[in-house]
């Protein structure tokens, strides 16, 4: 029978693990199947829209791009640790340990991309679409990769009005970032630790010590 440490570590890894696989199955079929800027309308308010970017989430772009990628490594380097020592104490509620599996396993989805895709891929101009090549053959070299972001939820718009200063004219949809499952992984797990779990991050680690104490004491 497993017991609760080993159950916690298997659930943590399975979640980082499928996480990563859904996430790179969707952008390598979106990637050799649509060309750069194909849109493809599931519902009026679900599109599935190829569009690539340096690294951060949602298509945002204002942070050099190896330094990024080597933030992000330092990050899951950091959460895969902190998982190992969630389990290993195996008190962790168990909607926390899958909260920061979520947020381990999008930074790994993206790090493969911006580490790897360069090297494996072409990036042809569109209509054409991206093929797999040789090691080394790809668009671009190590760490060079264009993340490949694919969900699109255009769920309503408007015209603000003329009178409105600066604003005026314009037209204003929701939701109009452009995001990927390893997004959507980080983005669900950080909001859950927020709104549920912002009080056992702060303590869960003190707990940690104090038990490592004991254990020295015992």
């Known amino acids: 029978m497993y017991t609760r440490n080993r159950k916690m570590s298997v659930v943590a890894w399975a979640i980082i693990v499928l996480v990563i696989i859904a996430d790179q199955a969707c952008k390598f079929w979106v990637k050799t199947s649509f060309y750069l800027g194909e849109d493809y309308e599931i519902l009026p308010w679900f599109h599935l ?18 330094i990024l990628t080597s933030l992000r490594i330092l990050l899951f380097g950091y959460l895969a640790w902190y998982i190992v020592r969630l389990c290993r104490l195996g008190r962790a509620p168990w909607g926390y340990l899958v909260s920061v599996a979520l947020v381990a396993a999008g930074a790994v989805g993206n790090i493969i991309d911006c580490v790897f895709y360069g090297e494996i891929f072409t990036n042809p101009m569109p209509p054409e679409t991206a093929q ?51 997004d959507a992984a980080i983005s669900v797990g950080m909001i859950a630790v927020v709104l549920f779990y912002f009080r056992y991050m702060e303590h869960s680690l003190d707990d940690d010590n104090t038990k490592d104490n004991s254990d020295i004491r015992s």
């Open 49 to 66: 829209h190829f569009v690539q970017n340096n690294g951060m989430a949602f298509g945002l772009d204002f942070i050099n791009k190896y």
């Open 132 to 182: 797999i090549v040789p090691w080394g053959e790809g668009y671009g070299t190590l760490f060079q990769g264009l993340v490949v972001d694919m969900f699109w939820f255009p769920l309503f718009s408007f015209d603000w009005p003329e009178w409105l200063p600066l604003l005026g004219g314009k037209i204003f949809s929701f939701f109009d970032p452009v995001f990927n499952v390893a």
